[in-house]
């Protein structure tokens, strides 16, 4: 059974983590193999969005404490340096965390530990009524250590880390989007249409300038003022290219304008 199941709808990717036994607890094997698929994912140029889900009854459980902590229990300090270029989740929340393409996660369930960093490396998280969300690695002695304190402090500020950092309790999903956690919460059956009509609100646009808006805004994190405004002028003027694409959209939208007032 494939652990990780990759279908190309159009121009969505639909990766679903496929351990449903195990709350899609991620093992080496479904590591490596979503690896792969974020690579697919980035390099072809037919797909423009991704949307990652769950299946069965939750998102993930994060890592598959039977064969991943062993593991790291007799690493020695080089296997660790090693690790700095390979994160969790395929590499979506370090290594691979440099894809300009959005990426959607539906999360259908519970988000625990190293899902819930996974769901936080995302651009966008619309979580179904029954989702949840815990840091639950200082349970078990540990804290975050792919992304997810850096995350909850861009996302959610100093304050939130803090408390689901060191806390570990469970938030809802409401808790969650009070937090600005979560962009929304919808019930469990309409969870999957939500995340296809926000992904295809965002097709709607140049993929071009949504690539480059999200580069940017990556690029500008922890700058000071005047080199972020250097940063988001430089990218912003450049990724319009010859401005082929610009005066097409130009054109139809005068077009439409055109069209709207000879109803009128």
Known sequence: MNKVLYEQRG???YITLNRPESLNAVDDELDGALWDVWADFNSDD???IAIITGMGR????GADLNTWLPKWEHA???DIRKNIGRGFGGGITRGQHRIYKPI????NGPAIGGGFEIALACDFRIASESAQFASFEVRRGLHQGDGGIVRLVAIAGLAVALDLALTGRIITAEEAYRLGLVNRVVPDDQLMATAEEQANQILKNSQQAI???KETILDVIGRTLDDALRVETLNAYSSVGDFSEVNARLQQ???RKKSEAGRS
């Not at 959607?104 to 999360?107: D, E, G, K, L």
């Open 76 to 78: 020695n300090a080089l």
């Open 253 to 255: 939208f005068y077009k």
């Open 104 to 107: 959607i996660a539906a999360v």
């Open 58 to 61: 939750g998102f993930c459980a």
């Open 11 to 13: 121009r969505i990717a």
């Open 211 to 213: 690539r480059s808006a």
């Open 46 to 48: 037919a797909l423009d």
